[in-house]
């Protein structure tokens, strides 16, 4: 693994074309030599893991032969394959413009961090069409999307499609126990229930805090659902009893008078036995003492959300509550994004294979994965649906799970798992769609255990897009798998991450590009943020991480997505997401906080795990989403001058400032890649330099490795110091994962550690990389890895 970086490294920066090619990852397709043990299939040449998995798990009960199937990818790649290299040719000649730019001003004396350097920088990005021309106004014509999509406000959870047990946590992450997330996580602190804060807690089930998280959710219910007179907390039963012809919810409060809901219609429905059936105000005292135990389930909607309370006299929690209620069923996250791209490790047919087995299984609900707990063996299958006796009595259901979305890799990833005639590799994200849509045939066409899309339509999320002519080609792969499998025109839908500056400037003409199609426009603040400095490079040192939140481009890209999305005609047709909360075990301070995503027009936003969509989904409770959006519909939209504006330094930090921003980042980047590049963890929680866990995936190193690759290229930090400080937060690194028994060190053999010179070639070769992204330096290490790993003795 040649990347032993010399100590000219930095001076290659400023020279060194820019680095396309390297491996089967890299952007635009490679020659190499096709192996002997590859299966011919037509004109192209497929490892046999692929072949295998195509043939056996992917396209039986779909009617498709394996044959037709790899003559349809061989079409794309003939047709498509030179269009998606004329766009990554393109956004290399846009950089090296905007590079010459920002020099040529530079070297004039000028100063681009100046307001009054805004009209000159964006004719230049007109000039250059960077900038597309303005068509008007569009709106979008996308038809058949779930409900969960188009109509109801709620958390998406993005999960690694890598491994079956988390996708399938995702997959079920639509129904949540709220008294779990409460009591699991820092909610309801420790401080306030009497156990002092220190690290010796008692072991077990605590009824002091078990007494806060009942406290909590009665709280809550009195927002969401306030009872006609007095609070749920008051409430000894509750019941549904008929009134006329539809039932109604009663309940008894502990000074023996009735109540009922504020809003009677918030009630929607129940099982079980509840109440004895002759229940009436006049009984109020028996009801005290009931003769039979409450067990059964209570279902209110509010905002288009489920809550089921959950009655169980006999359940211990049951027991110590006046209302009998052991838990609060939350209907958390509606959409789940099953990635393949940032979040997980997969650099060869070996790990997508796997990747593809569980999106199979998913799409075709036969997805099983096995776990030990409690030192008994257990089987996490996908929930069924919830059935319950509406207010008329009729038997109802609602999904048991969430609407799965797919992320597919961007343009510029290419695989050697499949080779053409010529020994070239071909774009992945073309393996991805023909994979994503094949697995879900058996959904679209009612074969499959269970159902994904119950309006037909099939939702693949598509990253790192830079414009629209980019969003065009998106569309034309998404119309020729169509032709090839016989769907209807836009069965598949888009979803486009506005998490490229490129994209974000002519988001309007993005949206056009697919009008038919896309159902999502996200903003991913994190490889949105890494793009800008890559972007502006030349322009200027940028400011610190933790800067970058309060810049001005940061406010108008988020306000923008918002505004163009609305006046696109999303509400009723499609969701406008916000970013992933990034602190897992920070779950207070989620709740305190994460509202102004929703605050801010989001119809949904990212989270990482069931518990926090959980948690999250009171938001959508407290916030009447579209109400909102009407509200900042009306406000002046965003100025594009202000998205333009680069993140620069006003003026240079002191030295200790400079030094702790590189220690933190090169800490941050070590702990992600020595992780990524030995155990294949795409993303994991990675302590800070303070311990704290944060969510780490590819767009946090983007932002990491090119603020470093920044300030090395303008003088804030010496290639010196960066290999000084590399090797002193390896030790750091080291430390943090020592109770890991799966880990190797990095500081025993720093020479030779492939993880440790990655993560400092992703610095000093920065400047280089097209767009700042790491995936090539990643794959290109992690190959070589799993080779080291497979050699007998082998120490990396």
């Known amino acids: 693994f040649g990347i032993i970086i010399s100590a000219q490294a930095s001076a290659r920066q400023q020279q060194a074309p820019r680095l396309r090619g390297e491996s089967a990852a890299a952007g635009m397709s490679n020659k190499v030599a096709v192996p002997s043990s590859y299966v011919p299939q037509g004109g192209l040449r497929v490892h046999p893991a692929l072949a295998k998995l195509v043939e056996q798990d ?54 681009p961090a100046k307001p009054e350097f805004r009209s000159q920088c964006r004719s230049f990005l007109s000039e250059i069409d960077y900038l597309e021309p303005d068509q008007g106004p569009v709106n979008i014509t996308t038809e058949d999307v779930d409900p969960e999509i188009a109509d109801i406000p709620a958390p998406q959870l993005v999960v690694p499609s890598d491994n079956a047990r988390y996708v399938l946590n995702a997959v079920n992450s639509r129904w949540g126990s709220l008294f779990d997330a409460l009591y699991g996580f820092d909610v309801v602190p420790d401080v306030a229930v009497g156990l002092g804060g220190g690290d010796h807690k008692p072991a077990g089930y605590n009824p002091v805090r078990g007494e806060a998280v009942v406290d909590f959710a009665n709280g809550l219910l009195d927002e969401i659902a306030p009872l006609a007179t007095g609070s749920w907390s008051q409430v000894v039963r509750l019941w549904p009893t008929y009134v006329g012809s539809t039932m109604q919810l009663e309940l008894l409060l502990e000074d023996g008078n009735p109540t009922s809901l504020k809003s009677p219609s918030l009630f929607v429905g129940f099982t079980g036995q509840l109440g004895p059936p002759n229940a009436t105000s006049k009984t109020a005292e028996p009801l005290k003492e009931p003769r039979l135990s409450d067990v059964g389930r209570i279902f209110l909607r509010h905002n288009g959300l489920h809550l089921v309370l959950e009655v169980d006299r006999d359940h211990p ?51 099983e994965a ?38 597919n890799v961007g343009h510029h990833m290419f695989t050697d798992m499949v080779l053409s005639a010529e020994g070239r590799t071909v774009p992945e994200g073309f393996v ?146 916000k970013g992933m909360w990034a602190k897992p075990d920070s779950m207070k301070a989620m709740l305190e906080t994460k509202i102004g995503e929703v605050m801010a027009g989001a119809s949904t936003a990212w989270v990482p795990s069931p518990a926090a969509a959980c948690l999250h989904s009171i938001h959508y409770h407290r916030v009447d989403v579209p109400t909102r959006q009407m509200q900042l519909a009306m406000r002046p939209p965003a100025k594009l001058e202000s998205i333009l504006e680069p993140p620069l330094l006003v003026s240079i930090p002191d030295a200790a400032a400079i030094e702790h921003e590189l220690k933190e980042n ?88 492939i993880a440790f010179h990655a993560a400092l070639k992703l610095v000093l070769e920065g400047t280089a990389v097209p767009n700042g992204y790491t995936e090539f330096t990643l794959h290109e290490a992690r190959r070589a890895a799993k080779a080291a790993f497979r050699k007998p003795s082998a120490r990396l």
């Open 370 to 407: 096995p776990f030990v707990k409690n030192g008994k063996q257990q089987l996490r299958r996908p929930n069924a649906d919830v059935w319950f006796r509406d207010r008329n009595g009729r038997a109802t259901s609602l999904p048991g799970r969430v609407v799965s979305l797919v992320r």
């Open 58 to 111: 992917l396209l039986p009960g779909t009617g498709m032969s394996p044959k037709y199937w790899w003559t349809c990818l061989e079409r794309l790649v003939s047709e498509l394959g030179p269009e998606v290299d004329k766009a990554l040719a393109r956004r290399d000649e846009i950089q090296r413009k905007i590079d010459e730019f920002y020099k040529a001003r530079r070297a004039e004396g000028k100063d």
């Open 317 to 367: 929690i049951g027991k110590s509550s006046k209302s009998g209620i052991k838990d609060i069923t939350t209907e958390s996250a509606l959409t789940a994004i099953l990635d393949m791209e940032d979040s997980v490790a997969a650099v060869d047919a070996e790990d997508k294979v796997r990747v593809y087995k569980n999106i199979c299984g998913v799409m075709m609900g036969t997805l």
């Open 432 to 577: 991805d769609c023909l994979v994503t849509v094949a697995s879900a045939l058996q959904d679209l066409r009612g074969t499959s255990s269970l159902v994904n899309s119950r309006c037909g339509s099939v939702y693949i999320v598509k990253p790192k897009q830079h414009g629209p002519k980019e969003v065009a080609l998106t569309t034309s792969l998404f119309g020729r798998v169509e032709e090839f499998f016989g769907l209807r025109r836009n069965t598949i839908k888009m979803g486009i991450m506005d998490e490229e500056r490129r994209t974000s400037a002519n988001l309007r003409e993005c949206i056009r590009a697919a009008s038919a199609r896309v159902f999502f426009i996200n903003t991913g603040f994190l490889d949105r943020t890494g793009d800008e400095i890559h972007t502006c490079m030349h322009a200027g040192p940028v400011v610190r991480k933790a800067d970058m939140r309060a810049q001005k481009w940061i406010k108008a890209y988020e306000d923008s997505n918002v505004d163009i999305g609305l006046h696109s005609g999303f509400q009723g047709r499609a969701q406008i997401g």
């Open 666 to 753: 090169v800490q941050s980047i070590l702990g992600y890649v020595v992780r990524w590049i030995d155990l294949g963890v795409g993303c994991s929680k990675v302590p800070d330099l303070s311990n704290v866990g944060l969510m780490e995936d590819r767009a946090t190193l983007r932002i990491s490795s090119q603020l470093l690759a920044n300030w090395l290229l303008h003088g804030l930090i010496s290639e010196d110091q960066v290999r000084s400080v590399f090797k002193e937060m390896a030790k750091v690194v080291d430390q943090q994962n020592s109770t890991d028994n799966s880990y190797h060190p990095m500081s025993e053999n720093l020479e030779s550690n």
